[in-house]
């Protein structure tokens, strides 16, 4: 994360009692909270591989579902109103001490008006977080592909890209000719 958020998040670390484990790349999430249960405190991950900032922004999503649980427990929504609030109010530090370049602090001005489940969700977010990747000229989003294109992800699935509906493209999987939405930020790898 970067240097200067280190020691507010020890704070929070500390005060909270919590367990904080950089976890190994997980594919479906970027991290995660877990209540106290079964004798364990608060628990939360977040994945190495990162860019420091996308970081930050994960580990704040996650403090503010510890906040939510230690106010309301399981009675509210895990990104209801209450959790909204929380990461607003969280995120106002790090505007303080300036930790974010101008495009990432737009965007996460822009995403805090209505915080979303996920900060991948939103793309004008996402776009600007990838941009401080470090492998950011390996990578091949979706977005990028002209129609019609086939492609690969990760798992060796091939698919040809279709019209975007909203949000997401819709894609036809090649192997089991099945219908599937995908982000424009997925990582593909065109076929020849």
């Known amino acids: 994360m970067p240097e200067p958020a280190a020691p507010l998040i020890a704070k929070w670390i500390d005060y909270f009692q919590c367990e904080f484990k950089i ?95 996920s900060s991948c969700s939103d793309l004008h977010l996402s776009r600007a977080l990838k941009k401080y990747d470090s492998n950011k000229t390996e990578t091949l989003h979706l977005e990028q592909l002209p129609i019609n294109t086939t492609f690969k992800i990760k798992d060796g699935r091939r698919f040809t890209k279709g019209e975007r509906i909203r949000k997401r493209y819709r894609c036809i999987c090649l192997d089991d000719k099945r219908l599937y939405l995908f982000n424009p930020l997925a990582e593909v790898f065109v076929m020849e």
């Open 23 to 117: 976890a190994k790349t997980r594919s479906t999430k970027l991290g995660d909270y877990r209540h106290p249960y079964q004798g364990k405190g608060h628990r939360i991950s977040v994945n190495f591989n990162l860019n420091h900032y996308a970081f930050l922004v994960t580990t704040v999503h996650e403090f503010a579902h510890l906040l939510t649980w230690n106010d309301f427990k399981n009675k509210v929504k895990p990104h209801g109103t209450e959790w909204k609030k929380n990461f607003q109010r969280m995120m106002v530090p790090f505007f303080e001490l300036n930790i974010f370049p101008a495009d990432i602090h737009k965007a996460i001005d822009n995403y805090m008006s209505n915080p979303a489940a």
